[in-house]
């Protein structure tokens, strides 16, 4: 079946701190690849997305590269901002099918 | 263009009750979907539709039903709440075209955060 793993948070980093959020994923074919980022008392918006293998996703300064060696799509970010402080949700989604599979997501404080 | 809708934004129910939360898109959108969030657990999809009469369960559909009588609306009912619906339920959609092989990202509302006491 499909399934996105994420690791577990909250994360705290300084302001300017190098930021990775870990995520794998199972998936039956080959999945598009999402990370979404929720801010306090708000829906999802997407942030980045990937539909093949070695793609790269970029937005904002945030970047994730399609690995289909190793079944992942870490977030990254050189340099994070106060403004950054949101919850981080990875998923995948079946070609064809559009559903979605969502990662327990990655609470991310940041720090002046 | 307004995007996705929710209503209410706020809900409290007591055990038993039914209601009713509402979803429109204004984009046209084929594909539309429920999900709730709960701590912890990320978003766990209830039901989903891929176009006007076509629905099918996802992963939590048990307490849940929905309809989808026209390409903006999708609403979501809850038959008979219980303390364990309690949570932030969310719509979304997106453009759905069968076959090409392409996935396109979703389209979330603001959510609406339901209480069952």
């Known amino acids: 079946g499909n399934s996105v793993t994420q690791m577990e948070g909250p994360v705290t980093l300084s302001e300017e701190a190098f930021l990775t959020i870990n995520c794998t994923y199972t998936a039956t074919g080959y999945p598009s690849l999402f990370w979404y980022v929720q801010y306090p008392g708000e829906g999802l918006q997407l942030l980045l997305k990937?539909?093949?293998?070695?793609d790269k996703g970029s937005n904002k300064g945030f970047e994730a590269t399609y690995r289909k060696e190793t079944t992942s799509f870490h977030l990254e970010k050189g340099s994070v901002q106060v403004s950054d402080s949101a919850v981080y949700f990875c998923a995948l989604s079946e070609k064809n099918f559009n559903k979605f599979y969502f990662g327990s997501g990655t609470k991310l404080n940041v720090k002046p | 263009n307004a995007g996705v809708t929710q209503t209410p934004k706020f809900q409290v129910l007591k055990t038993g009750q039914s209601m009713t939360l509402q979803c429109a898109q204004d984009?046209?959108?084929?594909?539309m979907s429920w999900y709730r969030q709960d701590p912890g657990m990320g978003l766990r999809l209830i039901h989903y539709s891929v176009g006007a009469g076509i629905t099918d369960q996802g992963e939590v559909p048990n307490g849940y039903n929905v309809s989808r009588s026209t390409t903006e609306d999708f609403p979501l009912r809850l038959l008979s709440a219980a303390p364990s619906q309690t949570s932030v339920y969310f719509c979304?959609?997106?453009?759905?075209?069968?076959?090409?092989?392409?996935?396109?990202?979703?389209?979330f509302g603001p959510g609406t955060r339901l209480t069952v006491t």
């Open positions: 990937a539909t093949k293998a070695d």
């Open positions: 984009m046209n959108h084929e594909y």
């Open positions: 979304a959609s997106s453009p759905f075209f069968a076959g090409t092989g392409v996935s396109y990202e979703q389209y």
